[in-house]
């Protein structure tokens, strides 16, 4: 049986990791929002901006779809039981 204090542990956890992905994320459109600005005022005519900001849209993109799939996609609970069933099965 769980402990309110291990609920609390984890409870703590979760919410600490999805203030992380909400933090990365607005990161990630304050940055392009600034540098979407920055090169619309110094690119030359008929230069794609989009083009010129396609690396770090598309890298910086993967790695919020990683982090977004590790916080709110993570194992199943039947999963993470059987991991913690298998952990305290070793130490017995």
């Known amino acids: ?3 309110d204090e291990e609920l609390m ?3 703590r956890k979760q919410a ?3 203030a992380g992905f909400y933090i990365h994320f607005a990161c990630y ?3 392009n929002i600034g540098l ?3 090169f619309w005022t110094i690119a030359h005519p008929g230069v794609s901006i989009i083009v010129i900001m396609f690396g770090t849209l ?3 993109g993967v790695g919020i779809v990683a982090h977004f799939m590790s916080v709110f996609g993570g ?3 039947a999963k993470v039981q059987k991991e913690f069933q298998k952990l305290k ?3 017995k």
Request: proline content about 4%.
């Open 36 to 38: 979407f600005v920055l």
């Open 58 to 60: 598309f890298g910086w």
């Open 29 to 31: 459109v304050v940055v």
């Open 16 to 18: 600490k990791d999805k």
């Open 75 to 77: 194992p199943s609970e």
């Open 9 to 11: 542990h984890i409870a």
């Open 1 to 3: 049986m769980v402990t």
């Open 89 to 91: 099965n070793q130490i």
